[in-house]
């Protein structure tokens, strides 16, 4: 059997009448012609001959590679039985590559896409923290009269500081419930769209929201305790240092 490249060359152009070609001295009838390889393109410029004939003209000991296509889920069963279809005396000597079975790709592929959705969700946490902060920062600097004339009234460093840790823990709230909002949409519609039952986890919509006053917590932490270390005169005044 010859590749299609290598059958031009040769000028073998039909093989209904068994067309010979010589390989040094000896001549070799053409019953075949391959002309569609997909994955090994190289083979279209092979030669090739049965296994007893390349062992009896060649003296080749043995195959070298051996590619078997197969259908999908039959890798284990090839890999079971290829050493003993090809090396029967010797099975221990063949070593066999079958691809790995469809759920072990499917848990790689979803563990790589959970990855990257952790990773953009890490970076939206982020940057929603920084929003708040920078938020709540402005929030201060604007209020400084207010600050100062609560000092003067009597308020104390923690009540400002809980003033400022509720409203930004409110922000991070209300971010979280958009947020879970939109994704529980977003599920849904996609759902609706592709005809499947939505199966949505409501304690990961709960945690979304808790996790919203967390973060929104802690990005309010700095500008309140800063808030809390201003004077009252210097508040009142509409400075702070």
Same mark, same amino acid.
């Given at each position: 059997?010859?590749?299609?490249?290598?059958?031009?060359?040769?000028?073998?152009?039909?093989?209904?009448?068994?067309?010979?070609?010589?390989?040094?001295?000896?001549?070799?009838?053409?019953?075949?012609?391959?002309?569609?390889?997909?994955?090994?393109?190289?083979?279209?410029?092979?030669?090739?001959?049965?296994?007893?004939?390349?062992?009896?003209?060649?003296?080749?000991?043995?195959?070298?590679?051996?590619?078997?296509?197969?259908?999908?889920?039959?890798?284990?069963?090839?890999?079971?039985?290829?050493?003993?279809?090809?090396?029967?005396?010797?099975?221990?000597?063949?070593?066999?590559?079958?691809?790995?079975?469809?759920?072990?790709?499917?848990?790689?592929?979803?563990? &790589?896409?959970? *990855?990257? @959705? !952790?990773?953009?969700?890490? #970076?939206?946490? +982020?940057? %929603?923290? $920084?929003?708040? /902060?920078?938020?709540?920062?402005?929030?201060?600097?604007?209020?400084?009269?207010?600050?100062?004339?609560?000092?003067?009234?009597?308020?104390?460093?923690? &009540?400002?500081? *809980?003033? @400022? !840790?509720?409203?930004?823990? #409110?922000?991070? +709230?209300? %971010?979280? $419930?958009?947020? /879970?909002?939109?994704?529980?949409?977003?599920?849904?519609?996609?759902?609706?769209?592709?005809?499947?039952?939505?199966?949505?986890?409501?304690?990961?919509?709960?945690?979304? *929201?808790?996790?919203?006053?967390?973060?929104?917590?802690?990005?309010?932490?700095?500008?309140?305790?800063? /808030?809390?270390?201003?004077?009252?005169?210097?508040?009142?005044?509409?400075?702070?240092?």
């Amino acid at each position: 059997v010859l590749g299609s490249r290598a059958a031009q060359r040769l000028g073998v152009l039909r093989v209904d009448r068994q067309p010979a070609i010589f390989i040094g001295e000896r001549p070799y009838a053409v019953i075949g012609v391959v002309d569609g390889v997909q994955r090994r393109s190289d083979l279209l410029d092979a030669v090739f001959l049965p296994v007893g004939t390349a062992r009896a003209d060649f003296r080749v000991s043995g195959l070298d590679q051996a590619h078997v296509r197969i259908a999908v889920g039959a890798g284990p069963v090839i890999a079971e039985q290829a050493p003993y279809a090809l090396e029967p005396n010797t099975p221990e000597s063949v070593s066999v590559q079958v691809p790995p079975p469809p759920p072990s790709v499917q848990k790689d592929v979803q563990a &790589d896409v959970n *990855a990257i @959705f !952790l990773a953009l969700g890490a #970076v939206a946490l +982020l940057v %929603g923290a $920084l929003g708040i /902060a920078n938020v709540t920062l402005l929030s201060v600097r604007e209020r400084l009269g207010e600050i100062g004339l609560r000092r003067a009234l009597g308020a104390r460093t923690r &009540d400002i500081v *809980a003033q @400022f !840790l509720t409203e930004s823990g #409110v922000i991070g +709230l209300l %971010g979280g $419930l958009v947020g /879970a909002s939109l994704g529980v949409m977003v599920v849904v519609g996609v759902s609706v769209a592709k005809e499947w039952t939505p199966i949505l986890d409501t304690g990961a919509v709960i945690a979304a *929201a808790a996790l919203g006053v967390v973060i929104g917590l802690l990005a309010g932490a700095y500008p309140a305790f800063r /808030a809390a270390r201003i004077e009252p005169i210097a508040a009142l005044r509409g400075t702070a240092h």
